[in-house]
Every structure is written in structure tokens, then in C-alpha cells.
């Protein structure tokens, strides 16, 4: 598909995540209503198990689709990403629909969760070319994500949020799990290299884009479209340095705190100092463990853009 073409031939198909649809029950009937009052063709398929986004994305027919819709969260997200990058070429492009808690890519481009601005965006977005993160990790397994990875407090977070909460309360379940790791806090350290040089940090986010947690700014000068990574490293340890690190990344004022620092890399490796067991989180679920390498992708994503 060009990535000009906005013509009502494109072919769309929705992969939905029903339990992040939950959330916004009535959000995909209308943007589906939307896109087909307009003439275009989309077929969703549900998943039932995780796994389920990524062999869908990677099975779909190019002849019959132009683009795979992920309906769902980040997490979804991060699936269909997956089944992407697994395919032999860059033959499909990826849109979404944003269901999930914090919706950060949906934000990151502009997006939002209004109907009427995701169905444009499906309908005439063009399709661009964004950078693609990749994780190796220990074991040699592999993935990628589009967002960010991290380590530290955010991914024990994120490790041990319940996910019954999580459906139920939303970013409320992470504010509840976030208290509950402040309660428990144990100072740990990473060995973080950068491009060869070598730094210690209390938490560490290798980010592709500006923002976290939804609409708080992490990396200011990152774009999903420039081929870099954004590492984030939060430097000082403890219990009311994890506070002060909050209370700056809520008020917009993170870039500018004392002990935090954004460094540009195309390499990256994370290990936890004095401990080999430790979580990772992936594009805001937990699905990968440290010591881990961080690189850019070998190719690039085309992904649906606000009009």
C-alpha cells in the first residue's frame, strides 16, 4: 500500500483484545460504524489467550489486507508489532484503536480516543515509516516493542499489578500497586551501558517516544520517526527519590530534575547489580527479564498517522 493511498479501498483488519475493550465498550462499534458508512472494508477477529495478536498479525493475508488494526491497549499493541515484524516484509501497515488503560501510542501520535479522530486516522492517515525497538534477552529470545522498555521500580510495578484491578480500575490498579511497592521499597541498583560507556542507575527506560503512563513526558526530544533510542535513567536510589521522581514526571518537570538524565543510543544493555532475577516491562506489560540488550530494529514500521 502507498503510503498516500487514503482511498475507501483499504482493507482493514481489526484484531480486538475484548478484555481491554471493556474498558470502552461502545468505542469500536463506532468506529467501525464510522469507517463503513464510509465504504471501507474491516473484518475483526477477537483473541482469546495472549499470543493470540501476534499469529494474527503474522498470518494475515496481504492480499486481502492493506492494514492490521490493533484494537485493544499498548500491550495489544505490542502483539501485533510482534506478528509485524515476524512477517517476511514490510507488506501491511499497522493502525489502531485505542481500548486500553493508558492509551500512551494512541497519545504519542496525536490520536487520542476520540471516535471521529481514530476513524480519520484509519481513513486517511498516511502511513509512515517509525522506528521499531528490539530486546534480546539472556536466553536469546527476542522481541520488539514500540514504546519503551523498563527497569527498576516502574517494571515491579507493572510485574505485580493484579490484573483483575487493572480491568476494573485502570490506571487506578497501577496507582494502588505503585503505593504497595513504595510500602515494600528496596533500593536496587543496574549496570547500564550506553553506546560503550558505562553508568549506574536506580531505574532505567530505554524509550522510543515522548511519553509514559499516558500523556506525562519522559523523553521530550524523542519521535517515533527518528532512528534513536532514548535512554532514561533515574540515578538516585531510595524510597523518597522514587516520590520526587513521581511528583516531577506528573507536574512536567522530570527534564529538568535533579538526578535524572535522558542519553540518545542505538545500544543498550540493562543488568541488575547483585541480582539476576529482575523483571522487565514491555510496552507496559511484563513479559521479559534482565540482563537484556536493546537495539533498533533491523527495519522500520509503517504506522497510520492523524491526518
Known amino acids: 500500500m502507498d503510503p498516500a493511498d487514503t482511498s475507501a479501498s483499504r482493507r482493514l483488519l481489526v484484531i480486538r483484545n475484548p478484555t481491554a475493550g471493556r474498558r470502552r465498550p461502545r468505542m469500536l462499534e463506532a468506529v467501525l460504524a464510522n469507517l463503513r458508512a464510509q465504504g471501507f472494508a474491516a473484518d475483526v477477529h477477537d483473541t482469546a489467550a495472549r499470543g493470540d495478536a501476534l499469529r494474527l498479525a503474522r498470518e494475515a493475508d496481504a492480499g486481502r489486507y492493506d492494514v492490521i488494526v490493533a484494537a485493544g491497549g499498548d500491550g495489544t499493541i505490542n502483539e501485533v508489532v510482534n506478528g509485524l515484524m515476524a512477517r517476511d516484509g514490510d507488506d501491511l501497515a499497522l493502525g489502531i484503536i ?156 522530570l527534564s529538568v530534575t535533579s538526578g535524572y538524565r535522558v542519553i540518545e543510543a542505538s545500544r ?21 527479564a534482565l540482563p537484556a540488550l536493546v537495539t533498533l530494529a533491523p527495519r522500520r514500521l509503517r504506522l497510520l498517522m492523524p491526518p
Not at 496507582?175 to 543496574?190: F, G, K, N
Not at 543488568?271 to 539476576?276: C, K, M, P, R, S
Request: aromatic share 8%; with cysteine; hydrophobic share 45%.
Open 268 to 288: 543498550v544493555s540493562i543488568e541488575a547489580i547483585g541480582n539476576d532475577t529482575e523483571p522487565v516491562q514491555v510496552d507496559g506489560d511484563h513479559t521479559a
Open 98 to 253: 485505542p481500548l486500553g488503560t493508558a492509551n500512551v501510542l494512541a497519545r504519542e501520535i496525536g490520536v487520542g480516543t476520540q471516535v471521529r479522530k481514530v476513524a480519520a486516522t484509519l481513513a486517511a492517515g498516511a502511513a509512515m515509516p517509525v522506528t521499531i525497538g528490539r530486546l534480546q534477552e539472556a536466553d536469546g529470545t527476542e522481541s520488539f516493542f514500540m514504546l519503551m522498555v523498563g527497569s527498576g521500580f516502574d517494571a515491579h510495578v507493572v510485574a505485580r499489578v493484579d490484573n483483575g484491578m487493572k480491568r476494573r480500575f485502570g490506571k487506578a490498579a497501577y496507582v494502588w500497586q505503585s503505593l504497595r511497592e513504595m510500602i515494600a521499597y528496596r533500593d536496587r541498583r543496574y549496570r547500564v551501558q550506553i553506546d560503550g560507556s558505562t553508568f549506574e542507575a536506580s531505574s532505567a527506560i530505554v524509550s522510543n517516544g515522548r511519553l509514559y503512563g499516558g500523556a506525562f513526558v519522559i523523553a521530550p526530544a524523542a519521535d517515533l520517526q527518528r532512528p534513536v533510542l532514548s535512554v532514561c535513567l533515574f540515578e538516585r536510589g531510595g524510597r523518597w527519590q522514587v516520590v520526587r521522581y513521581g511528583l516531577a514526571l506528573v507536574t512536567g518537570r
